[in-house]
């Protein structure tokens, strides 16, 4: 069902990175940059963050592999809203869109906002690709284990055995020092990010 209207309940944003900023900093240090960015969001809060993990890029190209993760909001947020915001936050990290599937210093996008079920206009809701990516259900497995496709009522083990053959492996924990977003001054260390992940303490 179409809906413009404010979503309410838990949103999860796919937020993945190949490339490095022209600041300098490193695809994984982007990705934590990103949840930050995520969390001064208004209206939501971050409750969950997935483990990163590398995976090769989808389809097979040339490029460098992905940083990838998920990270779960709860709240409520209109989904062109949202989406534009997203769109603001890559280009604050330097993404500029030039042909699909390109690299690209960082990829935000929304996979679920509760049950909503949304064709048209953009966003479509759920994403229409996450199923078919391991790179996304492995994630949003970490941050919402219970999670149902809302169009075929499916579990995520469900659509596991389909991306079986694409590579991907979790990432050490992360150990670095604070990173810091050079515009606004918006801090989250390794620490803080452990503490949201499922199943891994800090």
């Not at 934590?32 to 995976?55: D, F, I, N, T």
């Not at 990516?133 to 596991?160: E, H, K, Q, S, Y």
Request: net charge negative.
């Amino acid at each position: 069902m179409l809906q413009s209207a404010p979503i309410s309940g838990d949103i999860t944003i796919a937020v993945g990175a190949n490339l490095p900023r022209e600041s300098g900093e490193t695809a994984a240090e982007t990705c934590q940059w990103a949840v930050g960015q995520l969390a001064c969001l208004p209206g939501l809060s971050v409750v969950a963050v997935s483990r990163w993990y590398e995976s090769a890029p989808v389809p097979p190209s040339g490029q460098p592999p992905y940083v990838n993760g998920v990270v779960r909001l709860s709240g409520w947020a209109d989904p062109a809203w949202l989406l534009a915001r997203l769109h603001e936050i890559e280009a604050a990290a330097g993404r500029r869109r030039t042909v699909a599937n390109a690299a690209r210093p960082l990829d935000l996008d929304i996979i679920t906002m509760g049950d909503l079920v949304r064709a048209s206009p953009d966003p479509v809701v759920p994403h229409p690709r996450a199923t078919g990516r391991a790179f996304v259900l492995l994630p949003l497995r970490d941050v919402m284990p219970d999670w149902r496709d809302p169009v075929t009522g499916c579990c995520i083990d469900t659509f596991l055995p389909g991306v079986a053959g694409q590579e991907i492996t979790p990432m050490p924990a992360r150990t670095e020092c604070l990173h810091q977003d050079r515009a606004g001054g918006n801090k989250v260390n390794s620490d803080q990010h452990n503490q949201l992940i499922t199943g891994v303490q800090a």
